[in-house]
């Protein structure tokens, strides 16, 4: 990915996760000068600043990449259902369980389901009403208690879309994918970004949520006709991430000034 900072000076970012090439990838064309990076801490949410720049680089390319997104595959009617239904988490019955997790899977339709998500589902049916009357206010709280009753060394992004269900408003769906997106974004207008391959704790939701949030309100404040929904800049990360796991191999990081 190739940065142009201040008066003509280019980065070029190889991460340490898979990226795009030139020709596919999202250039950011302008980020802060080096004594504004060195002030904000690595680990910190994107700046007001650094989110401005993530959104003028991604507008050009979002309607190619979100309009990728495969509603044959991720019903939106059934989402949108299952998004209702889960308003009141106690009386959630097992088939929108079922519903849901299939949606989440890609599975819908599909006459053969993979035995070990066959097993996670019946396991959540049988759970859901203990673990939702067990539910309390706050997401994180929430994440502890869903972790519990259904998590697993693999189960972290089952347990994240169940929690988005329960709390759709603070809560993104979450997955490798737009993961991945947000971590080459992050490392493009913060070069010492400590990204990670997957999501594995909640902080790497609370991670996703935020640096939707400050995009979108950075977007919203300079472009309000163009700013997407949230659900809409899901799609877009979610389809940039699979672009770049497909399009570069893996290489070591490493930033070069030239």
């Known amino acids: 990915m190739r940065l142009i900072v201040g008066r003509g000076r280019e980065i070029r970012v190889d991460s340490g996760m898979k990226t795009p090439s030139t020709k596919r990838g999202i250039r950011i064309a302008v980020l ?3 004594s504004a990076v060195a002030q904000v801490p690595v680990s910190a949410p994107p700046s007001e600043a650094e989110a ?38 106690t009386v959630v019955g097992a088939g929108t369980l079922r519903d849901a997790l299939l949606w989440k899977y890609g599975h819908l ?35 502890v208690v869903l972790d519990r009753h259904f998590g697993g060394k693999t189960r972290f992004i089952t347990v994240a879309f169940l929690l988005h269900l329960v ?13 991945r ?8 207008v913060r070069p010492r970004w ?54 570069r191999p893996l290489q070591e990081t490493s930033v070069r000034v030239r």
Request: net charge neutral.
């Open 167 to 179: 709390y759709p408003a603070d809560v993104p769906i979450i997955d490798q994918h737009n993961f």
């Open 32 to 34: 802060s000068t080096p």
């Open 109 to 143: 339709g599909k006459s053969a389901i993979p035995p070990a998500h066959e097993l996670l589902i019946s396991q959540v049916q049988r759970g859901w009403l203990s673990a939702a009357a067990a539910l309390p206010g706050t997401p994180e709280d929430g994440f």
């Open 52 to 89: 401005w720049e993530i959104a003028k680089a991604i507008m050009p390319r979002f309607s190619e990449y979100a309009d990728q997104y495969d509603t044959k595959k991720y019903w939106p009617d059934v989402y949108q259902r299952v998004r209702r239904e889960f308003r009141e988490p």
């Open 194 to 247: 400590h990204s990670k391959t997957r999501p594995s704790l909640y902080g790497d939701i609370t991670l996703v949520a935020t640096f939707m949030k400050v995009v979108l309100t950075a977007w919203g404040r300079r472009a309000d006709a163009s700013v997407p929904t949230d659900r809409e800049l899901d799609k877009f990360l979610m389809m940039y991430g699979k672009s770049i796991k497909e399009h």
């Open 181 to 188: 997106a947000v971590n080459a974004l992050l490392l493009a």
